[in-house]
C-alpha cells in the first residue's frame, strides 16, 4: 500500500476482503475470521464483519489515537512537549505554521479515512442486493452511510476538495481522481447523515453487545455540526435546534461528573453519543494499526513522572489556555495539572515534568487501570451530550433568539459548578457568542474539537486568535492543511492548495 495516490490507498475487492480478516465486533471485540473469500460475500455474518471493518481506521493513529488530538496543539491550546529533538517534530512545524507539503501529520491525516471510506463504499455496493434479514440490513447500511459521512467530514474540513470514490475500487478501476468540489463533498456527507438517520436505529434499541456502534442520534448530532460548519444560514440554524431537541427528547443527560466521560469503568455512558472504542489488547505491536490499545493516556502523562503506565509528556497547555478557566470552574481540576493541583493516585504534581508547568490530565488512567503502557481500554469520545447542547445554544443565537440560548448554555457551566446564571443572562447576541465560543473551548478541551471550531468561527476568528497568542506566522493559506507532495507526485491529476 505504498505506491498509492487517490486518498492514499490502491485497492481491490480482494484486499478489502483481506483487511475484514481483522475487523472487530462490538461485544468481545475479537477479530473476525469468518469472511469467505472463496464463495464471495454472501452471509449476514459476512455484512456484520464488513461493516465492522468499516469502524476499525477510527482507532488508528492516523486519526483518533494520535492525529485528531494533535489538532489541539495546532490549535495553540497546549505544545508537544515529548522528548525533543525528533520527537513530534512533524507537529511542531504544523503547530509553529512553518511546516511544508511534505509534512508527516498532513500526510497521516490525508491517508487516515482513506480505509474506511473504501470499506463503506464496499458494504454500500454489495450489502443492498443481500438476501438477509431487512432490519439487519438497515442498519448495516445506515452505519456505513455514517462512517462514510464522518471520514469525508474530517477530510473537507482539513483539506477542502478531495478525491471522492463513491463505489469500490478494483483493479479495473481508474484509480488517477482529481478533486471533487467542497459542494460535492458537502453534498455527499449532508446525503449521507440524512440516510443514515432514516436508517439507524437509536442507542436504546442496541443490545449490549452493539454498544458503541452507529445510531440515529449519532447521525443527528454529525449532521448538525455539519450545518454549523458549511454555509450556515437561517434555515440550517434551525434545523441545528430541531436535532439538538430532538436529541435531547431521546433521554440524553449530563454525566453527573464531568471526569465520568473519560473513565473506561463508565464509558459509553449517559452522556455518550458515539466514541471510538477500544478494548486494551496488543496482540500485535503496539504502534501497529492492529493495536487495539489506546495511545491517549500513555502519551499524555507527565513526562518522567512515574504517574501512569507510558508518560511520554505529549500534549501539555499553555498559560494562556489555563488562563482561560473561571473562578469556581470544577473542570480545571478534572483537566489539567498544574503546581497545587489535587494528587493523583497519590502523586503530587510538578510543574517541571512539562516545558510549559502544566500537562493534560483528563485522560491519565492510574495504573491500576492500565498497569503498562500497551493495555490502556480507554474510548476515544468523539460526540457527547455537552457538544450537542452547546451546538443549540449556538444555533438559536445566531437565529437571534438569544434568551433562549442561555438554557443550554447554562446546563453545560452548572455541571461545572459555575451556578451563577446572571453571568449568561442579557446579553447582546455578540457577547452571547463570545461565551459559547469560550464554553466549548474549556468544556471540550483536548477532544479534538477546537481546530474545527475555529475554522468555522465568524469574523476571521481563526487567525486573529492564533495572532493574539504570538503565532504570526499563520496566514489564510494554514487554514487548510496543504496536499502531501507524495500524493500529488503519484496523482499528477491532483492540484495543491493556494500558498503551498
Not at 273 to 299: A, L, M, P
Not at 350 to 378: C, I
Request: with cysteine.
Amino acid at each position: 500500500m505504498k505506491n498509492i495516490s487517490n486518498l492514499g490507498f490502491k485497492i481491490s475487492n480482494i484486499i478489502i476482503l483481506m483487511m475484514l480478516l481483522s475487523s472487530c465486533n462490538f461485544l468481545e471485540r475479537k477479530p473476525w475470521d469468518s469472511v469467505d473469500t472463496t464463495n464471495g460475500f454472501v452471509t449476514e455474518a459476512d455484512a456484520i464483519a464488513a461493516v465492522n471493518a468499516c469502524y476499525q481506521p477510527l482507532q488508528w493513529p492516523k486519526l483518533y489515537n494520535m492525529r485528531i488530538w494533535t489538532l489541539d496543539i495546532i490549535a495553540g491550546e497546549s505544545v508537544v512537549g515529548a522528548g525533543g529533538g525528533t520527537d513530534g517534530l512533524e507537529t511542531v512545524e504544523m503547530a509553529n505554521y512553518i511546516a511544508t507539503s511534505d509534512n508527516f501529520a498532513a500526510l497521516d491525516l490525508w491517508r487516515g479515512p482513506s480505509p474506511g471510506i473504501l470499506r463503506c463504499n464496499f458494504v454500500l455496493a454489495n450489502v443492498p442486493q443481500m438476501n438477509i434479514d431487512n432490519e439487519m440490513k438497515n442498519r448495516l447500511l445506515g452505519e456505513a452511510h455514517f462512517l462514510r459521512a464522518h471520514y469525508y467530514f474530517i477530510l473537507v474540513r482539513l483539506f477542502g476538495g478531495v478525491p471522492m470514490p463513491t463505489q469500490p475500487l478494483t483493479a479495473d478501476s481508474e484509480l488517477k481522481m482529481k478533486r471533487a468540489s467542497v459542494e460535492e463533498i458537502y453534498d455527499l456527507i449532508t446525503d449521507d447523515l440524512n440516510q443514515a438517520i432514516a436508517l439507524l436505529p437509536q442507542r436504546s434499541k442496541y443490545g449490549s453487545k452493539d454498544i458503541g456502534r452507529a445510531t440515529k442520534e449519532a447521525a443527528m448530532a454529525e449532521l448538525a455540526r455539519v450545518y454549523l460548519t458549511y454555509r450556515p444560514d437561517a434555515s440550517r440554524y434551525e434545523e441545528v435546534v430541531r436535532l439538538c431537541r430532538e436529541i435531547t427528547a431521546m433521554g440524553y443527560q449530563l454525566a453527573a461528573n464531568y471526569s465520568d466521560n473519560f473513565n473506561p469503568a463508565k464509558q459509553n455512558g449517559v452522556e455518550s453519543i458515539f466514541e471510538v472504542q477500544y478494548y486494551g489488547k496488543t496482540n500485535k505491536d503496539f504502534w501497529s494499526n492492529e493495536n487495539q490499545s489506546s495511545w491517549i493516556s500513555t502519551y499524555q502523562g507527565p513526562r518522567n513522572s512515574g504517574m501512569a503506565a507510558g508518560c511520554y509528556g505529549w500534549n501539555q497547555p499553555t498559560t494562556e489556555f489555563v488562563g482561560q478557566y473561571e473562578p469556581g470552574d470544577l473542570r480545571k481540576d478534572k483537566t489539567i495539572f498544574y503546581t497545587g493541583c489535587p494528587t493523583f493516585d497519590g502523586y503530587t504534581y510538578s510543574g517541571t515534568w512539562s516545558t510549559t508547568g502544566y500537562n493534560v490530565r483528563k485522560f491519565l488512567l492510574t495504573k491500576a487501570q492500565s498497569p503498562d503502557y500497551n493495555t490502556s481500554d480507554q474510548n476515544w469520545v468523539v460526540t457527547r451530550y455537552a457538544d450537542v447542547l452547546l451546538m443549540e445554544a449556538e444555533a438559536l443565537n445566531e437565529l437571534g433568539r438569544t434568551i433562549e440560548a442561555e438554557a443550554p448554555l447554562y446546563l453545560v457551566r452548572k455541571r461545572a459548578g459555575l451556578t451563577n446564571r446572571a453571568q449568561v443572562e442579557g446579553l447582546s447576541q455578540a457577547q452571547m457568542r463570545d461565551k459559547i465560543i469560550h464554553e466549548r473551548r474549556i468544556e471540550l478541551a483536548f477532544e479534538g474539537h477546537r481546530w474545527f471550531d475555529m475554522l468555522r468561527y465568524p469574523n476571521n476568528y481563526a487567525l486573529n486568535f492564533l495572532h493574539s497568542i504570538g503565532k504570526t506566522a499563520a496566514t489564510t493559506k494554514h487554514l487548510l492543511f496543504p496536499i502531501p507532495m507524495q500524493e500529488i507526485e503519484a496523482n499528477e491529476l491532483l492540484t495543491q492548495n493556494p500558498g503551498w
